[in-house]
Every structure is written in structure tokens, then in C-alpha cells.
């Protein structure tokens, strides 16, 4: 064996194991079956979180659709009394954050699946401008990411390509005082500003009379679809509170 092939074998003994490490090791062996049979790269490439992949393609199996949740961060804050974290503590503006994308089912959905692998630090570091706490990002991995059938990094592009799918009504992105407002009224907002999007495809959420999310569903290719009975609706009032972003 010459020197050559040795340290062919080496790069891919240290390729092997931090791939392993960072919880990927099945979208690295289909990488490297695919260079195998096909002599090029993958189409289904590992990607850092906030990758855009193409238009279409089918993200993820093991369930029927996903559901998006988008929290109103200055409820989530102002419900909790926590005036201390990075998503609290005002050193960012926070709106509008990803509270998780949730594999679905037509009736029911699956958690806590396969919970072995780990989320690598570079893709928490890379979700924590929409996922703003590191304990939010383990947790969503364990109970809905593990679920999804795709490794952390793929779990998470895809919820940062679903998050940036979503256009926030510009006069609810930074709201610099409290605004009482009927839920209608923010579901009418979000399809004005999402052509694509419909009525039975976006729910709104409410608690203690604020809003606390705003849930669309998508299919496996990021395109709206209508939501399924098991999707909380739990906003019956009609008007709410949304804090202002701090």
C-alpha cells in the first residue's frame, strides 16, 4: 500500500469519526455511496444550517406534514417573568422566533424518536438567530427533529428554509408598544403578506388573552397545505395582546 492510499485511508477515518461525533453519519456514508456510484458530489450534501436546497424536494420522511411554529417572543418573556436570558433581556429584538417545525401526522404525530444523535455547536450557533436558546434547539431536536428522518444539520435547515419561507407583516415585525388586536386581524395579515398561503393552512394561538403563536403547515416540500384537525386551536377570544418587542 503506498503512501497515497494511506493517507486516503486516514482523511476518511477522521472524516468518518467527526461525522459521527456531529450526529451525521448516515447523510455522510449516502455522500460517499453517491460520490461511489455516480463519480460526483451528492445532490443530498450535508449543509450548515440556513442552506437553501431546491425548489420541490421532499424533506424528510416518516410522517404526513409538518407544522411551523412561529412564537411571539415578547409573550413567551412576559408570561415567564424572565428578564435575564439572550432572548430576554432585550440585548436583541426578538419578534417573531421559530419555536420548532413539528413533523405531523393526519391524526396524531410522532415524538421522541431515535434520540442518539447530537446536534452539532455549529448549527446550534447558526439557529440561534430564530432559535434564540440553546435549551430550545437540544429540546425541539429530541422531541420532533428525531422524528423527521434527516440528521441535525438537515433537521434544521429545513426549519431555517420554512422559518424564511414565512414573510412577517411588516407592521408586525417590531412593535415598540402593546398593541390589542383581534386574531383575525393577524391571520388576515400574514396572507396579504403570503400570497401563496390560505385560511385553513395558518392558526392562530393565544394564552392568557396575548398571542403566543402563529402555526402554518407545510407539506415535505415547504408549499402550504391545509392544516389537520389535530392542530391546536385554541384562540377563541376576539382581541388579544401582543407586548411590544423589548
Not at 426578538?94 to 413533523?103: I, N, Q, R
Not at 447558526?126 to 428525531?146: D, E, R, S, V
Not at 435547515?157 to 414565512?166: E, G, H, I
Request: net charge negative.
Amino acid at each position: 500500500m503506498n503512501k497515497k492510499t494511506l493517507a486516503a485511508l486516514g482523511a476518511f477515518a477522521v472524516a468518518l469519526v467527526a461525522a459521527w461525533q456531529e450526529g451525521s453519519l448516515d447523510s455522510f456514508v449516502q455522500d460517499q455511496l453517491a460520490q461511489l456510484g455516480g463519480g460526483g458530489a451528492s445532490s443530498s450534501a450535508p449543509r450548515e444550517a440556513g442552506g437553501t436546497q431546491a425548489a420541490g424536494e421532499v424533506r424528510g420522511t416518516g410522517f404526513d406534514y409538518y407544522v411551523l411554529a412561529l412564537s411571539w417572543s415578547p409573550s413567551f418573556c412576559e408570561d415567564s417573568g424572565d428578564r435575564t436570558s439572550n432572548q430576554c433581556n432585550g440585548s436583541r429584538d426578538y419578534g417573531f422566533v421559530a419555536h420548532g417545525l413539528w413533523p405531523q401526522n393526519e391524526t396524531g404525530w410522532p415524538d421522541f424518536c431515535d434520540v442518539s444523535a447530537r446536534v452539532p455547536e455549529r448549527t446550534v450557533d447558526a439557529m440561534l438567530p430564530i432559535m434564540p436558546a440553546k435549551g430550545l434547539i437540544f429540546h425541539q431536536w429530541k422531541k420532533h427533529g428525531t422524528c423527521s428522518g434527516m440528521d441535525p444539520r438537515a433537521y434544521f435547515a429545513t426549519v431555517k428554509d420554512a422559518y424564511d419561507s414565512v414573510v412577517i407583516p411588516a407592521e408586525l415585525r417590531r412593535l415598540d408598544r402593546t398593541l390589542t388586536i383581534d386574531p383575525k386581524v393577524i391571520e388576515a395579515a400574514f396572507i396579504e403578506s403570503n400570497p401563496a398561503l390560505d385560511a385553513d393552512e395558518i392558526v392562530i394561538n393565544c394564552s392568557r388573552n396575548r398571542l403566543r403563536e402563529v402555526k402554518i403547515c407545510f407539506d415535505k416540500s415547504l408549499t402550504p397545505r391545509t392544516c389537520g384537525r389535530d392542530v391546536n386551536r385554541e384562540c377563541r377570544s376576539d382581541s388579544i395582546r401582543m407586548p411590544p418587542v423589548r
